[in-house]
């Protein structure tokens, strides 16, 4: 019990600064064309590697330096952020939604539905997922649906392995026998009695997803298989600054702090939710 | 009892194993680009392109298609690379091994950093040593091992430029070896100067890869060590004069093993799944590496042969860690 309330203690701070941060980069991304000082596509070559405000050389408009083209970091990054929340939300909302369904049916009803579905799960979880993603993307040319739908059909299972596991749990619990015998239909009990109790886990999960979805689009990027390579995304600046790293290190820097700061948010937000809502924990 | 098991295993395996042949050659097949194209000079002519899709058996229905590749790969037959034009499965035997060494390394490295934390949390449990373990973990196990890839040649090969941040040895050096192993070989050959360069480009992508599954293997030994220390039999070593280390060490760890050794296995895979972006980042001439650019030169033959390669190795740890945990699980043994 004291564990439970030392981690409850510990998830109001989580809380608010993991979401303080996320409400930063979502409200950056919603405004990027009125936040950015600059142009996130301009190019200047008067002002290429320009280093961050603090160090000498560095030029005022242009706060967190410019990379090889002289384009605009902050402006850059600002812009990336839109890429990486749209991704975020579509591709983590849809293998959620794929995920959990699947895992609610294979877990409620088990027998036939539940063989197929851990089947093909196996197969799923068979395959290098970077790998995949890679693949998928390359197969259905690159662009923002492309990269959606790829972390989507790949991250399903993530779900569905996790509710199907909690959904066993509960359909074994006395108020589920109790709502059959008081006359629920089957999908009736799964729906009304039984999601309910897994939501802590399918929020908490989406959160997780979230992160993971934008380090795989970065990662995406990163081997130019993302959107088209116009749009600043911060896997993309992130490629550039890799190859840059001798000359300009803060190419790589800051969206490397950007990237993992975002992750760890959306990891920390998902888990103090979680302790937050959890009937038990509470 | 075991043997039934295991043969159990080996079937779910086989049927694993072909549904991911068939989404991998669903997959590509799909795919809009010609991969014909990309080999023609500028200028071939229809009869040239008929015969190179009839040489790849590209003309041919996609089931059709399937069921020659597929048997083929009975027999260990990939087929042919499209871009490098050389046997598929010479291809990828040349380039397992440096992946192999890479996550074996990386899984020792996990094994040692999250084996000494759990048990230095265990013995300092409730105090600030704990807490910076715990601390420490979450943020291992929260980062991916492409972001501590990154984080990794930005302080060890930018900031204190210490390590090798490409490649897999030093090119000038001059490779007396005979196997792709090279780590191995060069142990087995005595010649430490070459192991030495070898770790020096090692290291670092190992330690990417070894980071969030050390946190892991830290976070749930601890855990259960924590509870094992509270049991009868531990107390009563306690009594007998045991220092807590020793508890630990001789009458704990071995109980508390079991459950961790279960996840290892599976985590192990994502590791190995972790290599394919790791290789990239660090240009380390492995597989994962290799099929990067495979997917972009829609190279098909050696897309599947890697996809399945992969595939495979998977399906073998997990089958080999069901059958460590049945054979040391005492309740199964007799079951």
Redesign the interface.
Known sequence: MDEARISRHGSGARLWLAGGWLLLALLAAIFAPLVAPQDPLAQDLMFERLPPFWMSGSEPGFWLGTDSLGRDLLSRLVFGARIAFIVAFAAALAACLVGSTLGLIAGYFGGWADRIISRIVDVWMAFPPVLFAILLVAVLGTGLSSVIIAIAVIDWTRFCRVIRAETMGQARMDYVENARIAGYGRIGIMLREVLPNVVPSIVALLSLEMGIAVIVEAILSFVNLSISTDDPTWGGIIAEGRLSIHQAWWVLVFPLVTLILTVLSFSQFGEALKARFDPVLR | MLLQRFLIRLL?MA???F??AV??FV??R???GDPIAMMLPPGATDADIARLRALYGLDKTIVEQFFIWLSGVVRGDFGTSISLRQDVLGLVFNRLPATLELAIVALLMALAIGGTTAILGARERGTAVEAGIDIASG?AL???D??WG??L??LF??LVPVFDISGRVSPQLDLPFVTQFYLFESLARLRFDLTKDLLGHMLMPAIALALPLAAIISQLLKQSLKEVLDLDYVVLARVKGFSETQVILREALKNAALPTLTLVGVQF?FL??????VE??FSYEGL?NM??DA??N?DLPL?QG??LV??LL??LINLAVDMMYALLNPRLRHG
């Open positions: 779910t049927i694993t194993l549904g991911v989404v991998v997959v590509i799909v795919a809009p943020a929260s980062i991916p492409f972001l990154l984080v040649i930005l090969g930018v895979t190995i799944g972790g290599t394919v972006i990239r980042l994962g099929a990067i997917v972009i829609r897309i890697i996809v992969f595939a998977f399906v």
